[in-house]
């Protein structure tokens, strides 16, 4: 049974450009909730997808987008690229019916 | 922004040791969870303990949980050169699939 995927593993983009990174959920999970982790932080919550609509929301501003798909995978696009957005992005799925979150290995963005 | 803070933020032990982490935490919580990240990757679930519980074992882990105090311990019992990573304290105040909010983590060497 494969777990969490995400890709790309790693981007090098720049400032100023676009960016879109993928999920896939494990299976029989609905849920997908992003999350950004700076170098030395624990990750910080973006937002939550479920049924396909953004069910929470953290405090990141409007340049932070998603996607749910059909069949629960996930994207995440940042607009408008600054050098703070560099970290780790982690994709998290889970079953909205329970607490457990299952994260994926991670993209690790790097903007210059 | 973080829910708290792991205490230490660095811990070194020798294999066959205990490594005892504690994580603080700011607001009222449904449940706290503890994960493992190696090597700036995924993170991996642990274990959870609900709100209503004070201590809960799976394996070599043991959990207690002050809400009162607003704190959470994680203990390692005979740690190994393997238990080398990050370890993160999360909390989620809503229900199932609830956001997480991560603390700062505490860095965990064991050396043989």
């Known amino acids: 049974d494969a777990g969490v995927t995400q890709s790309p593993t790693h981007l090098i983009k720049t400032r100023g450009q676009q960016v879109t990174l993928r999920c896939s959920p494990k299976?029989?999970?609905?849920?997908v909730s992003w999350y950004q982790q700076a170098l030395g932080q624990g990750p910080q919550f973006i937002f939550q997808y479920y049924e396909e609509e953004e069910r929470q929301r953290g405090n990141f501003p409007d340049r932070f987008s998603g996607h749910q798909f059909p069949n629960y995978s996930s994207e995440l696009n940042v607009n408008a690229l600054l050098l703070g957005d560099s970290a780790l992005y982690l994709c998290a799925s889970s079953r909205a019916s329970v607490y457990e979150q299952y994260f994926g290995p991670g993209t690790r963005l790097t903007v210059t | 922004s973080q829910q708290g803070e792991e205490d230490p933020q660095a811990l070194s032990i020798q294999e066959g040791e205990n490594a005892t982490m504690n994580c603080s935490y700011k607001t009222s919580i449904n449940n706290l969870q503890w994960y493992r990240q190696n090597s700036g990757r995924g993170l991996v679930h642990l274990i959870l303990i609900r709100s209503n519980e004070r201590e809960k074992h799976s394996g070599r882990l043991r959990v207690t949980l002050d809400t009162s105090k607003k704190s959470s311990s994680l203990l390692i019992t005979a740690s190994r050169a393997a238990d080398t990573a990050s370890y993160f304290c999360a909390t989620a105040r809503g229900g199932t699939a609830s956001k997480l909010t991560f603390g700062t983590g505490t860095r965990l060497q064991v050396t043989l």
């Open positions: 299976s029989g999970h609905d849920t």
